[in-house]
């Protein structure tokens, strides 16, 4: 079976690099990670801190973070609970990052309270978001090719889902309510699946949705480039104190 996380990880590096540079990491620094889930970009920062340094990956996904602590250091630990309910020393970190994590959570502004509270005066808050439906195909093209052959929960930009935080309105809105002030944000395209078989990928992330294959694969032949098929799609990236 494809290993889609690895595959994904592949095609974000750059996304995962900005990310770190964007929250200034480097050695000897204390970084909460949110939504850590297989390691993006835990693993990395980790690597940055060294040993001097410490991570804090928090997700409660039991299965995935067993599969990161094999890949980490002594200077790592985890927190396997949801991220408006982990543990933490008031001010006891340098940097918090979360990246595709936020809007998955039932109530991102109780997160962002939460993380804010654990930061150090002038620390900072980077996060990876996705744009909107339009812009992201990954998501966008096997949901329309689904809705076609099943009924689909409507759009939504207030739910959990990776509209969730996919605008700017959004974004302010609920950063403001948990008492963050927005420094930067920044667009990236970048590709997260790259697959001949893209309904192999559609059946693993979204198993309930019907996707007939030829209708797929026409859907998406139009993101084939060099002859190989990605989608992705524009991901802002959120730098906030």
């Given at each position: 079976m494809t290993d889609w996380?690895?595959?994904e990880a592949r095609l974000t590096v750059e996304v995962s690099e900005r990310m770190l540079?964007?929250?200034?990491?480097?050695?000897?620094m204390r970084v909460l990670d949110l939504a850590t889930g297989r390691g993006?970009?835990?693993?990395?920062?980790?690597?940055r801190v060294g040993p001097t340094g410490?991570?804090?990956?928090?997700?409660?996904?039991?299965?995935?973070?067993?599969?990161?602590?094999?890949?980490?250091?002594e200077n790592v630990q985890f927190q396997a609970v949801s991220a408006d309910a982990f543990e933490f020393v008031p001010g006891s970190f340098e940097a918090v990052t979360s990246r595709w994590g936020l809007f998955s959570m039932p109530d991102p502004?109780?997160?962002?309270?939460?993380?804010?509270?654990?930061?150090?005066?002038?620390?900072?808050?980077?996060?990876?978001?996705?744009?909107?439906?339009?812009?992201?195909?990954?998501?966008?093209?096997?949901?329309?090719?689904?809705?076609?052959?099943?009924?689909?929960?409507?759009l939504a930009y207030d739910r959990p889902g990776p509209l969730r935080l996919a605008t700017l309105e959004l974004i302010e809105r609920d950063f403001g309510a948990a008492?963050?002030?927005?420094?930067?944000?920044?667009?990236?395209?970048?590709?997260?699946?790259?697959a001949e078989d893209l309904g192999e990928w559609v059946r693993f992330f979204f198993p309930s949705w019907v996707t007939p294959a030829e209708e797929l694969q026409r859907a998406?032949?139009?993101?084939?480039?060099?002859?190989?098929?990605?989608?992705?799609?524009?991901t802002r990236l959120v730098v906030a104190r």
């Open positions: 996380y690895a595959r540079e964007l929250a200034g990491i480097r050695s000897g993006e970009p835990l693993v990395r920062i980790a690597h410490l991570v804090v990956g928090v997700d409660p996904w039991m299965d995935a973070l067993e599969e990161t602590r094999r890949r980490v250091g502004v109780a997160v962002l309270r939460r993380a804010r509270q654990a930061l150090k005066p002038g620390g900072c808050l980077v996060a990876a978001l996705w744009a909107e439906y339009e812009r992201i195909p990954w998501y966008s093209v096997p949901r329309e090719v689904a809705a076609r052959f099943g009924q689909l929960p409507p008492g963050w002030v927005l420094e930067h944000v920044e667009e990236r395209e970048c590709a997260i699946v790259e998406a032949e139009p993101y084939r480039k060099d002859g190989v098929l990605r989608l992705g799609g524009v």
